[in-house]
């Protein structure tokens, strides 16, 4: 059974930092990447990582987010650093495999003002 858990959400103040972790189990995905959605409003591309190595990321998190996949234990990291409240959502753990999207439960991130 495929499937992606994520963990490590959580409130933290303005400035702050979190690591959101995923952990993927019953296939190699062939990309990895973390999406999030705020309140009323569409899920959005957050940091990506392709199985090459090949990263990117939203213009809104540059500099301040880092995604990394350890291939030995099938996981994907998202330390996150100098959090803003309009980083607060909803964030879901994606996988690309055979050109289906896979998605985990969601860990919430709540900053704080």
């Known amino acids: 059974q495929v499937q992606l858990v994520e963990s490590g959400g959580g409130l933290v103040q303005a400035g702050g930092s979190l690591r959101l972790s995923c952990a993927a189990s019953g296939t190699i995905f062939s990309s990895m990447g973390w999406y999030r959605q705020a309140p009323e409003k569409q899920r959005e591309f957050v940091a990506g990582?392709?199985?090459?190595?090949?990263?990117n990321y939203a213009d809104s998190v540059k500099g301040r987010f880092t995604i990394s996949i350890d291939n030995a234990n099938n996981t994907v990291y998202l330390p996150m650093n100098s959090l803003k409240p309009e980083d607060t959502g909803v964030y879901y753990c994606?996988?690309?495999?055979?050109?289906?999207?896979?998605w985990g439960q969601g860990t919430q991130v709540t900053v704080s003002s």
């Open positions: 990582s392709s199985s090459g190595g090949r990263t």
């Open positions: 994606n996988g690309l495999w055979l050109g289906r999207n896979y």
